[in-house]
C-alpha cells in the first residue's frame, strides 16, 4: 500500500513537502504520480518519476514550483511544493505503476488515501 504524509494548511506563498511512503512492496521498479483532487473539479496529474532512470514530468501548472524526488533505500517518494498558490488546494495522491511514469489514472497499481492541502490565509 501507499501511504501519504505532509499535507496541511499553509499561506500563500509558503511551502509544504509530501511524502508517499511504500509499504509491502519495493518502489524500486516503480514509476510513482502525484495527483490531485479539488473541490468540484476533475482529478489531475500533477507529477511523476520514473523508476530506475528517475525521469521526471510536471504539468504545466505546476512546472517551476514543484519537484518530485524519490529516495529508494526508505522507498518514498516525494514532492516538494513551493509558491503556493490557493489554486493548489486539493487533496494529493500518490501512485504506482510498474516500470514506467505515466498521468493516466487507469494505468496505476497502486493508490494512497490522499492527503489534504490547503493554501489560503
Known amino acids: 500500500q501507499l501511504v501519504e504524509s505532509g499535507g496541511g494548511l499553509v499561506q500563500p506563498g509558503g511551502s509544504l513537502r509530501l511524502s508517499c511512503a511504500a509499504s509491502?512492496?519495493?518502489?524500486?521498479?516503480?514509476?510513482v504520480a502525484w495527483f490531485r483532487q479539488a473541490p468540484g473539479k476533475d482529478r489531475e496529474a500533477v507529477s511523476c518519476?520514473?523508476?530506475?532512470?528517475?525521469?521526471?514530468r510536471y504539468a504545466d501548472s505546476v512546472r517551476g514550483r514543484f519537484t518530485i524526488s524519490r529516495d529508494n533505500p526508505k522507498n518514498t517518494v516525494y514532492l516538494q511544493m513551493n509558491s503556493l498558490k490557493p489554486e493548489d488546494t486539493a487533496v494529493y495522491s500518490c501512485?504506482?505503476?510498474?516500470?514506467?511514469?505515466?498521468?493516466?489514472?487507469?494505468?496505476?497499481?497502486?493508490w494512497g488515501k490522499g492527503a489534504l492541502v490547503t493554501v489560503s490565509s
Open positions: 501512485a504506482a505503476r510498474y516500470r514506467d511514469c505515466s498521468f493516466y489514472v487507469s494505468d496505476m497499481n497502486y
Open positions: 509491502g512492496f519495493s518502489l524500486f521498479y516503480y514509476g
Open positions: 518519476i520514473g523508476p530506475v532512470d528517475t525521469n521526471t
